[in-house]
């Protein structure tokens, strides 16, 4: 599946070697043991890219949008062929259970796919006529390419946050460099080898592994045109800090502190399985976490004994195991955060429900128990900051007009859960919070069709649907003055 090991950058249409000859070990956190060996770029390695990628704007910008939705279609038709592998890989090299890996290889597949679909439209939306108010004049509108776009992704959802980002780039006409995290750069390379065997044009697509030095000189470089970044706010600061030197055009789609709003109309079960899903898929390393519950007092001791229950229930192990329903945190450094935000939580006294401590009877990996702090203070660290682990804190609320209020009180604004039985209580609440997606009575599905981003200091733009297109276009209109 991918070039032989060490793995390399693909830059150029080729597989090469980091001009240092530099190469770092990438690790499985499940066991703790080496994976491979994996080429490092670094600023030199993306001035080769970007070169690579100039070079072939040109030619792949005038390409007709079906043109561009075929090559799109046959990257769909290649990671579908190769889903289990991919999976697998995922798997090993992120540390999420299988069945999620197999859930991100099929949003991989829909969303190449659904930008096919859109970049053969293109075609007949391009030279519409303009309605002007002035007789002697004629219009047209144009959607052009911005031009080569910078594309870093995070390692939370390898792949997915990578085919949100680049099958709309290429769907518009844009070439673009990847630069993957290097913490999971494996299932990135693996893409990487069916975009090569779709067989676009010598520099369309690039890719350079790396870390932040790679990151920092893409998104600074003066012939990129688009940065579109994922990753922590503090990241996202820097780069549009650094993005404004060249006022580039840009895209960030950043951390989050979401909030699950329970009715006490609510059908609990129900209630159950998605409060569990909202902050302990992917060991709650989604920006989309609800990591914040708020329950109406009526019934949040009631539940909070039930959720007790079902959490310690869920098993927690080996990620390639079908029976697995928790796998490991990505990295070490990841796990050392995580445990740090809950031994803070226990040194302040914070109620502690259940979890608390590594997971347990496991020699090896990064696996933390599901832990869940109940009447969390609203300015303590673990209720306001983004932890990006399988952490949860709960506090009750009194009334509707409360549970907005504090769902409200945020810093950030990306997703947030309502579970109510009271269909107008729904849409009610749904229009009053600030935040970017609501998702009623309802686990975290996401839709290729549907935008993704958030307010506040969650994004900066949009992501998925006609959107994620649109910020890979630039506007341009043609007046022509009437002869005579």
Request: aromatic share 8%; with cysteine.
């Amino acid at each position: 599946m991918l070039n032989q090991p060490p793995y390399q950058l693909y830059i150029a249409g080729r597989w090469c070697n980091a001009r240092s000859g530099r190469t770092e070990t990438v690790f499985n956190p499940a066991t703790e043991t080496a994976l491979a060996e994996v080429a490092f770029g670094a600023a030199q390695d993306i001035d080769d890219a970007v070169a690579a990628a100039a070079a072939a704007q040109a030619g792949w910008g005038k390409n007709s949008g079906r043109a561009r939705g075929a090559f799109l279609r046959a990257i769909a038709g290649g990671v579908q062929q190769q889903q289990e592998q991919l999976a697998h890989l995922q798997t090993a090299n992120n540390g999420k259970p299988l069945s999620e890996s197999l859930i991100d290889v099929g949003d991989v597949i829909a969303t190449f796919n659904y930008y096919a679909e859109l970049a053969e439209q293109l075609d007949d939306r391009q030279d519409q006529p303009v309605a002007l108010p002035g007789a002697g004049f004629t219009a047209t509108l144009r959607h052009e390419p911005c031009g080569v776009a910078a594309l870093i992704v995070p390692w939370n959802f390898p792949m997915v946050t990578t085919a949100w980002k680049v099958a709309p780039a290429l769907a518009a006409g844009c070439t673009v460099v990847l630069k993957p995290s290097e913490i999971t750069p494996l299932p990135e390379l693996a893409l990487a080898a069916i975009i090569d065997q779709a067989g676009l044009p010598a520099g369309v697509f690039n890719l350079v592994t790396g870390d932040a030095e790679a990151g920092a000189a893409l998104a600074s470089h003066p012939a990129v045109r688009k940065v579109s970044f994922t990753g922590s706010t503090v990241v996202g600061q820097a780069v549009m800090k650094t993005a404004a030197d060249d006022l580039k055009r840009i895209s960030l789609e950043l951390g989050g502190k979401s909030a699950a709003l329970l009715f006490a109309d609510a059908d609990l079960e129900l209630a159950l399985d998605i409060v569990c899903g909202g902050i302990f898929f992917n060991a709650g390393q989604m920006c989309s976490a609800t990591s914040r519950l708020l329950i109406e007092r009526s019934i949040a001791q009631d539940f909070t004994a039930r959720l007790k229950q079902r959490v310690e229930s869920i098993r927690v192990g080996d990620p390639m195991d079908p029976a697995t329903q928790m796998g490991p945190l990505s990295s070490r450094r990841q796990y050392q955060k995580v445990q740090q935000y809950i031994q803070q939580g226990m040194a302040a006294g914070l109620k502690l429900i259940t979890g608390g401590a590594p997971a347990q009877d496991k020699a090896k990996g990064y696996f933390v128990a599901p832990t869940i702090f109940a009447d969390v203070p609203f300015d303590s660290p673990l209720w306001r900051e983004e932890i990006f682990g399988p952490v949860l804190c709960i506090h009750a609320f009194d009334s509707e007009q409360e549970a907005i209020a504090i769902a409200n009180r945020s810093d950030y604004g990306l997703v947030a859960t309502v579970l109510t039985a009271d269909s107008e209580r729904a849409s009610r609440v749904s229009a009053a919070l600030e935040v970017g997606l609501v998702w009623v009575n309802s686990p975290q599905v996401i839709f290729p069709q549907a935008s993704w981003g958030g307010m506040k200091k969650s994004s900066l733009g949009r992501e998925l649907g006609p959107w994620g297109l649109q910020a890979f276009q630039e506007i341009k209109h043609v007046v022509v003055a009437a002869p005579g």
